[in-house]
């Protein structure tokens, strides 16, 4: 078991291209982050994977139809997260990094555990799908609160000079988990069941994968490293109050659902949509749409550090600028010409073209959100107002657009994307320079 001792130091006096300090703090980060990988392997395996058990929960003749109700679904579950961002941000805050870590993944876990072994429809009827419900109201939560907790500990054990270089890294583990869903996909697909038993028991595999590896991560958190912020706040903390310093960073609180919105759409659709997009309305094969998708993926995990250490060189506002702009002159026309083209590897090209443009708010935005906060509700304040802004602007991608598609109006979607980049763009504009505002080390 890999264990990072919780007594070590992260020295902001540190050389911060150390080798040895470099591997201390990157292995701190994806232990902290780990989490991530299977919330989001668990999030895609959902997406995935509806394509094979969306008929054994939603009967339906029309293929779209039945795609919409378990999208559906994924999207009010996402109604969750706020309310687990404030449950583990809290007790994050109050109590420790470490202990707000390791019960989000345990709540994962049987999240996970319980869509694997779900009866269907055609076994229990109106239950199955409330069943699914629920199970997916426990991931929500659970969801709610690892976002919030893991960027907040990513930021508190990052050496200072370097902050964008490992939020890349962290960055890499939630489309890791994605990539870790699609690899399963593909083993499934080509090396272990047929379609049609993919379609009868087939789906249930990647869920029970998914809790398996939550319980794991469990066992890898206990031993986690408090962060040192935390342990110099405490004090201050227990004074002051949660609830006082979040009522006095409201307007902070707000500022980051807008600067959000854009880009969680952007994300929700390079993602749990673009499959669906692929297949449905492009009209490529299952097969064909898998490996796309994994090597848009693949590029997009190897950009985030990248991206990510060019952030500590020019800040973090010029690159989410790019973003703002870029997202808004060319999503339009990408997704336009994507659902117009027939060709495999022109589809993968405009897909990775995407990936161009998302890429500077992916691999910066979460480090920004922590360096706006307090360390005695970084926790809440990074994750409460991501989830707002997720529920409404990222986990309702899937039914926005499928909607509009059903009523034949695709291009609609389109647009909907393109506005919610433009508005974040607006409070991209005034973004302070947090190389000389940074909250990082202010207590309350």
Request: hydrophobic letters at 50%; a positive charge; one cysteine or more.
């Amino acid at each position: 078991m890999v264990e990072v001792t919780r007594d070590y130091h992260f020295s902001p006096a540190a050389d911060p291209y150390d080798r040895a300090d470099v591997r201390r703090r990157t292995k701190a980060i994806l232990i902290g982050s780990v989490g991530n990988l299977i919330e989001w392997y668990d999030v895609y395996a959902y997406s995935a994977f509806a394509l094979y058990f969306g008929g054994a929960f939603f009967p339906s003749a029309n293929l779209v139809a039945q795609q919409l109700a378990a999208a559906s679904l994924f999207a009010a579950a996402f109604l969750m997260r706020p309310i687990g961002s404030l449950l583990f941000g809290y007790l994050a805050d109050r109590y420790g990094r470490r202990m707000a870590l390791t019960f989000s993944i345990l709540l994962m876990c049987f999240g996970s555990l319980l869509i694997a072994v779900a009866p269907t429809y055609s076994t229990i009827g109106i239950g199955a799908p409330i069943l699914l419900a629920f199970a997916r109201i426990l991931q929500g939560l659970s969801q709610g609160g690892e976002y919030g907790t893991s960027a907040t500990y990513l930021a508190e054990v990052s050496h200072p000079a370097r902050r964008g270089f490992y939020s890349g890294i962290w960055y890499t583990t939630l489309i890791g988990g994605q990539l870790a869903a699609i690899i399963v996909l593909l083993i499934l697909q080509k090396l272990v069941l047929t379609p049609e038993q993919l379609y009868a028991f087939g789906w249930r595999i990647p869920f029970f994968i998914g809790a398996a590896l939550a319980l794991y991560c469990f066992f890898m958190r206990r031993d986690l490293h408090e962060t040192d912020l935390f342990k110099k706040s405490q004090a201050l903390a227990e004074k002051v109050g949660t609830w006082t310093t979040l009522r006095r960073n409201w307007k902070t609180i707000l500022y980051v659902i807008g600067f959000t919105a854009g880009g969680t759409s952007a994300f929700y659709t390079y993602t749990t949509y673009m499959q669906k997009f692929v297949k449905l309305s492009v009209g490529l094969t299952e097969d064909e749409t898998t490996l796309i998708i994994f090597g848009s993926s693949t590029l997009a995990v190897a950009l985030q550090p990248l991206y990510g250490a060019l952030s500590d060189k020019i800040g973090r506002k010029p690159m989410l600028l790019a973003f703002g702009i870029m997202g808004t002159l060319f999503t339009y026309p990408l997704l336009t010409t994507l659902q117009t083209t027939k060709s495999p590897l022109v589809a993968f090209l405009l897909i990775c073209a995407g990936w161009g443009i998302i890429t500077p708010y992916t691999s910066t935005a979460v480090i920004v959100k922590a360096e706006l906060f307090p360390t005695s509700i970084r926790a809440i304040g990074v994750g409460f107002p991501y989830a707002i802004a997720a529920a409404v602007f990222g986990g309702t991608i899937d039914s926005v657009a499928l909607s509009f598609k059903n009523q034949g109006h695709e291009e609609w979607f389109f647009l909907y994307a393109t506005a919610c980049i433009f508005m974040s763009l607006i409070f991209y504009c005034f973004l302070p320079d947090l190389k000389k505002k940074s909250r990082m080390d202010e207590a309350v």
